[in-house]
Antibody, heavy 122, light 108 residues
C-alpha cells in the first residue's frame, strides 16, 4: 500500500523559511516522480512543484519559482520542499503526491499524503 | 497557462441521484490529459479519473469521465453518501498543471 507522510509544517513569519518533508513507503520510490500540491484556506487545489524519479527534471508553478526548491533523496525515500521568502498567500495545507511515471510526462497525482499545514503570519 | 472552469459551483442532490459535472478548458487539452479528483473535508484528494475516462484503481463503474478538446464531463450515477464533497478537474498537458475551482456536491 502506498503511504506518504508529510512533516515540517508550522507557523512562520512573512519573509521567513520553512522546510517540508515527505516520507514514502509501499512502492519503489525512485521509479516515480513526486510533487507538492497545496490548498489555501477556502480555496481550491494548486500544484506547486514536481520532480522526476531519477534525474534533474523539475517544474515549478510561477507563484513559487525562485522561492521554493523541491528535492528528493532516493536512498531515504523522501521528497522535500524548501520554502524561502514566504508570503501570507503561501498559507495553505501542503500535500505530497505521487505521479504515475518516473518522468513528468503524466502530471496527475495518483496518491496523496494526509498533508501538513503551513501558516505565514506576523 | 490553461485555465479550467467548472460548473455548477454547487450541486444539491440526494443519495441515489445522478451528478453531472462540467469542466471547460481555455484551450485544447492535448492528448486528453485531463484528470478528476474527489476531495472530502479532513481527507486528502483522491484520484478518480485520468486520461479523460480511465478510472483509477478501486473507482466503481458508476463514475464516468467523458469529453474531448475543451469540454469534459464527470458523471456519477446512484450517488452514495461517501460521494458528497468537492470535485476538481485538472489538466496535465503543458506545465503549469492547473486545477479547476471545483464543484461542491452537497446533500439536498
Amino acid at each position: 500500500e502506498v503511504q506518504l507522510m508529510e512533516s515540517g509544517g508550522g507557523l512562520v513569519v512573512p519573509g521567513g523559511s520553512l522546510g517540508l518533508s515527505c516520507t514514502a513507503s509501499g512502492f519503489n520510490f525512485r521509479n516515480y516522480a513526486m510533487a507538492w500540491v497545496r490548498q489555501a484556506p477556502g480555496k481550491g487545489l494548486e500544484w506547486v512543484a514536481a520532480m522526476m524519479g531519477v534525474g534533474d527534471d523539475i517544474e515549478y508553478a510561477d507563484s513559487v519559482r525562485g522561492r521554493f526548491t523541491i528535492s528528493r533523496d532516493n536512498s531515504r525515500n523522501t521528497v522535500s520542499l524548501q520554502m524561502n521568502s514566504l508570503k501570507s498567500e503561501d498559507t495553505a495545507f501542503y500535500y505530497c503526491a505521487k505521479l504515475p511515471l518516473v518522468t513528468l510526462a503524466r502530471g496527475y497525482f495518483e496518491s496523496w499524503g494526509q498533508g501538513t499545514r503551513v501558516t505565514v503570519s506576523p | 497557462e490553461i485555465v479550467l472552469t467548472q460548473s455548477p459551483d454547487t450541486l444539491s442532490l440526494s443519495p441515489g441521484d445522478t451528478a453531472t459535472l462540467s469542466c471547460r478548458a481555455s484551450q485544447n487539452v492535448d492528448r486528453g490529459y485531463l484528470a478528476w479528483y474527489h476531495h472530502r473535508p479532513g481527507q486528502p484528494p483522491r484520484l478518480l479519473i485520468s486520461s479523460v475516462s480511465r478510472r483509477a484503481s478501486g473507482i466503481p463503474d458508476r463514475v464516468i469521465g467523458s469529453g474531448s478538446g475543451t469540454h469534459f464531463t464527470l458523471t456519477i450515477t446512484r450517488l452514495e453518501p461517501e460521494d458528497f464533497g468537492t470535485y476538481y478537474c485538472q489538466q496535465y498537458g503543458p506545465s503549469p498543471w492547473t486545477f479547476g475551482p471545483g464543484t461542491k456536491v452537497e446533500v439536498k
